[in-house]
């Protein structure tokens, strides 16, 4: 009752998908979660809608995993992007794109590819153990022998893989219990840190809740170094909040700002190009043709649209310009100071969101540890890795959600592989 090949330890997104990999190559399965149901986080990804994966080519979705992408390369030669919406479309749960190439259940909820996923772990026959914890893996001659709960039972395989997550929104069970098992056998579990999470700033505007819920499309928000050289930028929307920024641009900017953190400094810096896709002269131009057309109005509503009423007020003032002047009053200093201002607002960070109110850990169990063809330890036989407990973390719009899916399908099948061994 208790002998299985392979015993899923967290029934999230990578866990349910090992289980029905290994499944499927001939294993016999269960999966231990601490949840009364499973996949309790993947049911809040995409605001609850659920961005299951995204459609851009493999090679592209690894350039979206900027957190050690690479060391996914062999796990995408065998499980891809396209797969997972293959399997969804031919299980019932057909999907749909947005922009950016995500996809979404037609249904629009999450609910959809949770109970498309638990359907086929019940047509796969997989035992399912919930509200039961694993308190304790054994291993025997270097062989994974049996996973101990908290309610006392025992359960035999000689195959583990381990998807328990990460330590974001841990109130959904990600507590870090994979990490101290990692731990328990010899594993490494690189520094962890906040990622996908919004910025925190302490500047005047953002203490003064000057621009406070104004949101902004298609920016470009770059992190810089302490000498203001550009880290990393990106083009999306950013939205003002009482703390600092959030929105996507912030979100996928966030790592960065850690990392500079982490080398002590108090404060990173952040640059927003309100206008990305023009040059100064573009906008310079645009100012002087507003100048002949309309010169007797106002600034303020002879420059209507080039920028959110709020934000050209908010730079406008930031160069000591009167709003309420007409616009032949500009001079070329003061339009200069203007344009630059609006291809470059420099801000500070001083934190972002922590871990636990995150979207993603970086960090996790040290991939050189691990086989990159298999999610195999290196360390102990039999045990395996996937999902968000590995040190790879990627950019939000469907990326960390391929990520667990692609490790927790080649964890599954290569573990129900090392099983059968044990059959003969």
């Not at 359960?155 to 731990?183: E, M």
């Amino acid at each position: 009752m208790n002998h299985f090949d392979v015993i899923i330890i967290g029934g999230g997104t990578s866990g349910m998908m090992a289980a029905i990999s290994a499944a499927e190559n001939g294993a016999k399965v269960a999966i231990i979660d601490k949840n009364r149901m499973l996949g309790k986080k993947l049911r809040l990804t995409g605001g609850g809608r659920c961005n299951v994966t995204n459609n851009r080519p493999p090679e592209e979705i690894i350039n979206f995993i900027p957190g050690n992408g690479k060391f996914l390369y062999s796990a995408f030669s065998q499980f891809t992007n396209y797969d997972i919406m293959e399997f969804f479309e031919t299980n019932g749960v057909p999907l749909k794109e947005e922009d950016h190439g995500r996809l979404f259940p037609v249904e629009n909820t999450s609910k959809a590819i949770v109970e498309g996923l638990a359907k086929k772990l019940k047509e796969l026959g997989v035992t399912i153990i919930m509200k039961s914890v694993a308190r304790n893996i054994k291993a025997k001659d270097g062989q994974i022998a049996s996973v101990t709960t908290d309610l006392g039972e025992e359960y035999f395989a000689p195959c583990v893989v381990l998807t328990t997550g990460g330590k974001t929104f841990q109130y959904t069970g990600s507590t870090g219990d994979g990490y101290k098992f990692a731990k328990k056998f010899g594993h490494t579990i690189t520094p962890l840190f906040p990622t996908e999470s919004p910025i925190k700033s302490n500047d005047t505007f953002i203490l003064n809740k000057t621009l406070q819920g104004l949101s902004l499309r298609d920016i470009k928000l770059s992190v810089l170094t302490d000498k203001e050289k550009i880290i990393v930028s990106h083009e999306m929307d950013i939205l003002f909040t009482h703390f600092g920024v959030s929105g996507p641009a912030a979100l996928r900017c966030s790592m960065f700002v850690n990392k500079e953190l982490d080398k002590g400094n108090p404060q990173v810096p952040l640059s927003l190009d309100a206008l990305p896709h023009l040059e100064k002269d573009d906008i310079l131009k645009e100012v002087d043709a507003r100048i002949q057309e309309q010169g007797g109005k106002s600034i303020k509503n002879g420059l209507k649209n080039l920028l959110p009423e709020r934000y050209l007020e908010f730079l406008l003032n930031e160069v000591n310009i009167d709003s309420s002047n007409s616009l032949k009053q500009l001079t070329e200093a003061e339009k200069l100071a203007f344009i630059n201002k609006i291809k470059n607002f420099m801000f500070t960070a001083y934190d972002t969101y922590p871990l636990d109110k995150s979207f993603v850990t970086g960090g996790g169990v040290e991939l050189k540890e691990i086989s990159p063809k298999t999610m195999e330890s290196k360390l102990v036989n039999g045990l395996f890795f996937a999902g968000e407990l590995l040190d790879v973390n990627g950019y939000t719009g469907g990326y960390n959600i391929t990520a667990a899916f692609v490790t927790g399908h080649v964890a599954g099948k290569h573990a129900a592989e090392v099983a059968s061994y044990f059959n003969y």
